[in-house]
């Protein structure tokens, strides 16, 4: 579904990743984890079709397409949705209106019919049930005032209600308290099926014990350097990158 | 010392010798007209070392020459859009190009105790009234103030008595359509709300586009004791328009003025909002935005003096320009001695849509008493990057986010426009102005 190969990608003057290349399958779900600075976000941003963030290198191809030449609002229609690190603020722009004008957006995109207002709050009201999303959140302004945690919940919660084809989920575990990191994991694994994949980008263990990763990759300094099964995730829990720097010379000799 | 006699001063001069103005004949009106006018020519229009027209430059329009009045603005056909419904039992009065339209208009139907007679009629049957606002001038006029003085035929003068709480809102629309010259015109206006009156406004410009005129609207605007005015104006007119308005607000002790506007229309649109809270615990409250594109040229000042104790004024300002559009916005509050335990607040956030757009906006404070509240605030800055990303990351195409954004930008200010058909009107017209050229 997606194929990443040898990427490059330049911000704001300065290349930030430097050839990663990843492959993730319909039904996947892959974990990335790296220090702090590595490219992880950049990773998810690029995807999304941030502007600013320019590919001199490599390919990215989704479903076939090149990815990269497609606008950000193409890509959601495709089928690609980011979970943002920092979701932001929007006055002014009432929540469920929001996601109303997004889903019929991608709908029309698709060449579907749009949802009438009767229609779509019938979705809501089912999502915002299997989701336990807080009802409330969906009157107000689009992530304006929510705490940190609403803010993630509300991305979640987004997440269900478009059903992308490819989810990244960027920390979407940071700030959550442990109800909340549950709820959300189980709205994770509801919404894992054959036709979907995950990247799903955590500092935390604990969010892998509950979304239980196929595939776990190491970002550092702008590329993959380790992947593995479920268990890397454990190891680097215990040993910190550290281990992942001091293993990866020994492996280039062998 | 005469300013130069430019194009436009020529034609305005040669407007006022048509014979045909209402009341003339009346000496004293004769003679306030003729002083008027020379005072006018002496001074010529108002120049940008003038603080309060700063940004608005006239030089292009001295140069124009328009006609004194359309000749057929009587018989026009005016196209029922032009004429919305803003509430199904508002009572309506229609000036087409300047022209009263009994056949327009249905201001006999206002209830006991109002009153409204075109400025014509009541200068044809009883003058006199009006002596005192036509036959004066006044330290504060500018150029334009000065031609209304020397050449306004028509106008609404309204009174409400004491006590009437007239519940249907009265709609006064300004038509513009095109003629065979481009013309100007200048409306006087009074509206006197009595002790505890109230009343409810509702001012539409609407034009055709592609149709040059200029519309000099001068008014009076007077609120005695509790009295209570909810005004809002709408203003879509065409896009040639030249419309220059000025307003002058006194209210008395815990009188209360609402003011709304909505400004979309238009090449150069000027308003000019004085409010004088001159009683105890007086009330204005404004809120507006423009949104303007191609190059077109908005000009709002809000000037605020509080004279009386604990009065308040509070004014909430949108801007946006896209294209080549110029925006200004000058809010001005003064806090005369006396006004202890006033409170003053005049917020301003303008966005700009394209690099060549531009907003000056300039809060001011003058204060000359004690004990007063006195805040203002204004920006200007674009659209959010992060956020419409944000939306387009979610599918909702670029336009449309900017879009999206815009509006909601603006959409506070349509907050507490009554009645709420009203408000939707407002945002139906907004979200259509919204420039197609920001896909
Ligand atoms: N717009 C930008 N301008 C300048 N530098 C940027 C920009 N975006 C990212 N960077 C830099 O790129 C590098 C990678 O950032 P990125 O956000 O992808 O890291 P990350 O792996 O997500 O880190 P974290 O775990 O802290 O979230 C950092 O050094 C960051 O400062
Ligand atoms: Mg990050």
Redesign the pocket.
Known sequence: MLKIENLHVRVAGKEILKGLSLEAKAGEVHAIMGPNGAG??TLGNVLAGRPGYEATQGTVTFDGRNLLEMEPEARAAAGVFLAF?YPVEIPGVNNTYFLRAALNAQRKARGGSELDSMQFLKLVREKVREMGMTPELLNRAVNEGFSGGEKKRNEVFQMALLEPRLAIL??TDSGLDIDALKQVAAGVNSLRSPERAFLV?THYQRLLDYIVPDFVHVLADGRIVESGDAQLARELEAHGYAWVRERAPAEARA | MNAALTPFVESMQDAALAPRLPGSGLAWLDSARATALQAFVQRGLPEVRNELWKYTTLRALSQRRFAAHDAEAAMRMVPPSMLPAVAGDAVRVVFVNGVFRPDLSTSDRLPEGARLQPLSQALREQPEPLRFLLGAQDSEDDGFTLLNRALATEGVILRVEAGTKVAAPLHIVHVGLAGEREAAWHLRSLIELGEDASLDIVEHHVGESGAGHLANLVRDINLRDEARLGWTVVQTAGTEAILLRRCDCRLGDAATLDFHALELGGKLARHEVRVDLAGARARFSSRGAFVLHGRQHADTEILVTHRGRDTVSDSLWRGVADGRGRGVVHGRIMMQPGADGAEGGFYNKNLLLSPDAEIDTRPALEIYADEVKANHGATVGQLDENVLFYLRSRGIPLDMARRLLVRAFCAVTLDGIEPPALREHCGALLAAQLPESMA
Request: proline share 0%; aromatic share 0%; charged share 50%.
């Open positions: 992880k976000s690190q960027d920390e980008i």
